[in-house]
């Protein structure tokens, strides 16, 4: 991944999330904020070094910025199988559960899962969850005329936002907004009140708190820039941010606090043949100094990253 139905059962209730201690990854986190937890990435079992075609291992599990690797003992697999999937920060998790197939949202902090009123049919997907694991959307390829289903995770209510591109959403991060593609220069946002559309616009990106800001990759020059965008004026605005020349910008994410994260690729880096540092990705706090927030190389065969689904 480098750049570029239903069961009810009578049952007890049990702990299943399951956490081994490893040895941390390589690189190092940032602990200002340690005691709220975040995930990496999700992985499957399989060892490293199994071809990506071949079939997932279960359980999936999680990578942690510390280190820690978590196992969601208690997912359903579903055949094909269904990727959890992560917020865009990678602080909550949602997947279908056994034994009794309900779709739930587990904090990844406090531990606490939650289920989703209403029912999910396995066979479907969701390909986004939205920050703090407030709405899923559930994507089905195979319609004539795809739209977006968007689930709110507290009320099990299904709101359909008609033809877009799959995956290509942000919301904002207190939810109260969606911006949704269309197509190429082609978007609209909309508020999750009332599911109307509230600004339309040309360019894409990470939305900000108001919904009418958009953080936006611009790699046309080198080092790539990040810049921001007024969709209700539809004009630049605020002054651009430079990335680092020897990484390769991926995702932006904004938070409730106003800060922007930037998730990066490095490519190894070499020293007369020789390989001095191995690839890897790293996050930042890109208006705050390009703050660095966690290092870290990737240990899987098979793996999703965190903010992955929210790549312009």
Not at 33 to 58: C, I, L, N, Q
Not at 123 to 136: D, E, I, N, T, V
Not at 157 to 186: C, E, M, W
Not at 263 to 283: A, C, D, P, Q
């Amino acid at each position: 991944m480098a750049p570029g139905s239903r069961w009810i059962i009578r049952t007890i209730t049990v702990a299943v999330l399951m956490i081994t201690q490893v040895q941390p990854a390589p690189g190092v986190a940032d602990t200002a904020g340690a005691r709220k937890v975040f995930a990496r990435y999700v992985m499957d079992s399989s060892p490293r070094g199994t071809h990506p075609d071949e079939k997932v291992a279960v359980p999936w599990r999680l990578r942690l910025r510390d280190g820690r690797v978590v196992t969601l003992a208690d997912v359903l697999l579903t055949n094909p199988p269904r990727w959890p999937v992560l917020t865009p920060h990678g602080s909550q998790v949602g997947y279908y559960r056994k034994p009794d197939g309900a779709w739930v949202v587990r904090d990844l902090t406090t531990g606490k899962v939650r289920a989703v009123p209403g029912k999910f049919l396995s066979g479907g997907a969701f390909c986004l969850l939205s920050p703090a694991g407030r709405f899923l959307v559930e994507c089905d390829p195979t319609r004539q005329n795809p739209s977006y289903q968007i689930v709110d995770s507290v009320s099990g209510q299904t709101h359909t936002i008609p033809s877009g591109r799959y995956g290509k959403l942000s919301f904002s991060p207190d939810n109260a907004y969606v911006l949704v593609v269309r197509g190429p220069g082609n978007i609209e946002v909309y508020s999750t009140r009332t599911w109307t559309v509230v600004h339309r616009g040309t360019q894409a990106g990470a939305l900000r708190m108001g919904g009418a800001v958009v953080a936006y990759i611009d790699t046309r020059d080198s080092p790539a820039h990040i810049r921001f965008w007024d969709l209700a004026a539809g004009r630049s605005t605020g002054t651009a941010i430079q990335v680092p020349l020897d990484e390769i910008p991926q995702v932006l994410v904004w938070d409730r606090a106003d800060h922007l994260d930037l998730l990066s690729y490095r490519e190894n880096k070499y020293h007369h043949g020789l390989i001095v540092r191995r690839s890897g990705y790293r996050w930042r706090r890109a208006n705050a100094g390009m703050r660095v927030l966690d290092t870290f190389t990737v240990q899987a065969a098979k793996w999703k990253l965190a903010a992955e689904d929210n790549r312009f």
